[in-house]
């Protein structure tokens, strides 16, 4: 069964809405999960790594205030989509690992995904 | 940095023939893991196989099994008796070995299996 759930699944909203984004880790706990962003036929665009109890590390050119990530227990990872407008319409997708060391080569289990459609 | 190519246009193949679909990878870093996942329409990441770079022997799951050719850094995945729903987009992908260390993704391959 899934080991990392996330909600909602399908999205649809005014421009200028706030939308939640949810990533948990049902049977495990997870220091670390991963938010990415794909477009149709395209790959996988990480935005940022999700840190239990501190910032979390945003990449290259991925706007902080636009997307923000808050990951307050061991088990969720949310992410915000502020202000969304039409060209922040995408598939939005949250993964994380029974992370240590020595489990580093462990693959990441992912969502199924969040299609986020602004109006 | 790593890199992760996959340069294969759309696939096609036969119901249950084998198809290979290819990937290479660039690192200077010596101790790292390949994965590869299918990405059906329904948008889900499935994780396929795993290599780590010190294995020995080619993985295999099942219908899958993974070519790993270290000298010429290759890691392509074959899928023997395809089925119908083996149609999907498939991605290589790589990370380091490490604490939460990230995966770095390919631009995937399109499989289509043809009745």
């Known amino acids: 069964g899934a080991v990392v759930s996330q909600h909602p699944s399908r999205v649809i909203c005014k421009s200028g809405t706030s939308v939640k984004i949810e990533c948990r880790s049902l049977?495990?706990?997870?220091?670390?999960m991963f938010w990415y962003r794909q477009f149709p036929k395209k790959s996988l665009m990480l935005m940022a790594t999700?840190?239990?109890?501190?910032?979390?590390?945003?990449e290259q050119g991925v706007e902080k205030d636009k997307f923000l990530i808050n990951h307050a227990s061991l088990t969720l990872s949310t992410l915000t989509v502020t202000s969304a407008h039409p060209e922040d319409s995408s598939f939005y997708i949250c993964?994380?690992?029974?992370?240590?060391?020595?489990?580093?080569?462990?693959?990441?289990?992912f969502g199924d995904g969040t299609r986020l459609s602004i109006l | 940095a790593q890199k992760i190519t996959q340069t294969q246009p759309g696939m096609f193949v036969q119901e249950k023939e084998a198809v290979t679909l290819d990937c290479t990878y660039d690192?200077?870093?010596?101790?790292?893991?390949l994965f590869w996942y299918k990405q059906p329409s329904s948008g889900e990441m499935i994780f396929l196989i795993y290599?780590?770079?010190?294995?020995?022997q080619n993985a295999t799951e099942g219908r899958y099994s993974l070519n790993f050719q270290k000298a010429r850094k290759s890691a392509n995945l074959v899928i023997s008796a395809s089925q119908l729903g083996d149609s999907a987009m498939y991605f290589c992908?790589?990370?380091?070995?490490?604490?939460?260390?990230?995966?770095?993704f390919g631009k995937g391959i399109t499989l289509s299996v043809r009745p």
């Open positions: 993964s994380a690992s029974r992370d240590s060391w020595s489990d580093s080569n462990q693959p990441q289990h």
């Open positions: 049977d495990f706990q997870a220091t670390t």
């Open positions: 999700s840190n239990e109890g501190s910032k979390a590390t945003y």
């Open positions: 690192t200077s870093d010596p101790s790292y893991g």
């Open positions: 290599q780590g770079s010190y294995d020995q």
């Open positions: 992908a790589m990370r380091y070995t490490g604490a939460n260390s990230k995966l770095t």
